[in-house]
């Protein structure tokens, strides 16, 4: 296990895969915004950024502790479980040639449900829905995990994805609890088709262009990706994110927990769970 340092995360850029867990956009509302978007069947809808060094996204909104709700008082946020890979980013002259992720953790890609668009003659992009600033997003930093290897038969294909909100002293399931082998694009597949998407990805719709955003930031060395979010049960479709409410994103390997005893670890207000990646926010304005 390693813990990132300010300095580390920092020097990374942000990305996230939309789309890549069946049935997450429609429940999230947002299949439409990508009605225009094209991709092969099963695939991904593309790659955005949630922090930008350098840019209009250069506050890095990482936070392992707390989710600050926007200034807006109608906000209506959600917490979105996914997978991060701690990754290299290799390049060849101005393109991308490999992504090798090296450790993984829980990550929640926190999202603002409905909002304005940033500027009147535009489409909101992806990222104006998850950057507002510092602690609006989260990553278990402090309980990254390495892999053995990112292919078929590694440890991580035993893992699974749990999230819960606790309210009031009551623990609620709010994601399902689901293996990410269930992502749709996953080991080599998704290296290879984020390499594509990094090189040609162009300004379009809710997309951005990804080449420009590692040009901007000056094509870093590293990236936190954020790998897709899980389908939500009942409650967390329908229940955002209040003040003092706790945020949990555990990623947690199958082979060791039940997800009953994983869920009876988040209830007892547990901030570490023996091979697992754990993230507990407090929810701020």
């Known amino acids: 296990m390693i813990s990132l340092t300010p ?16 049935g997450h956009l429609e429940q999230a509302g947002e299949a439409s915004d990508f009605a225009g978007v094209e ?10 950024p949630w922090y930008v060094r350098g840019g209009e996204l250069g506050v890095n909104p990482v936070s392992a502790t707390h989710i600050r709700l926007p200034d807006d008082p109608a906000a209506a946020c959600q917490i979105e479980p996914e997978l991060a890979l701690w990754s290299e980013v290799r390049y060849e002259g101005e393109a991308v040639a490999a992504v090798e992720p090296t450790h993984f ?25 998850k950057h507002w600033g510092p602690a609006s997003q989260g990553l278990a930093a402090d309980q990254l995990l ?6 078929a038969g590694g440890t991580l294909d035993r893992f699974r994805l749990a999230s819960f909100l606790v309210r009031d002293g009551v623990t609620h399931a709010y994601g399902e609890d689901a293996p990410v082998a269930g992502y749709g694009y996953f080991h080599g597949r998704l290296l290879g088709w ?21 040009a901007a930031a000056g094509r870093p060395g590293r990236a936190v990706i954020a790998i897709g979010a899980t389908r939500y049960l009942p409650f967390g479709e329908t229940t955002f994110l209040r003040e003092g409410d706790e945020a949990v ?3 947690y390997d199958g082979g060791v927990h039940t997800p009953a005893a994983v869920a009876e670890a988040v209830a007892s207000g547990a901030v570490r769970l023996e091979t697992a990646s754990l993230l507990r926010q407090r929810v701020i304005r």
């Open 39 to 48: 991709a092969a069947d099963g695939a991904p809808k593309g790659v955005f």
């Open 249 to 251: 994103v555990v990623a």
């Open 7 to 22: 300095a580390e995360l920092g020097a990374a850029i942000g990305l996230g895969v939309a789309g890549n867990f069946a």
């Open 194 to 214: 984020l390499v594509e998407k990094l090189n040609t990805q162009r300004d379009a719709g809710p997309l951005e262009d990804a080449s420009a955003l590692l």
């Open 146 to 151: 390495p892999l053995d290897r990112f292919a």
């Open 105 to 129: 953790g829980a990550f929640n890609d926190c999202s603002w449900r409905a909002r304005p668009a940033a500027s009147p003659s535009g489409p909101v992009k992806i990222s104006h829905k």
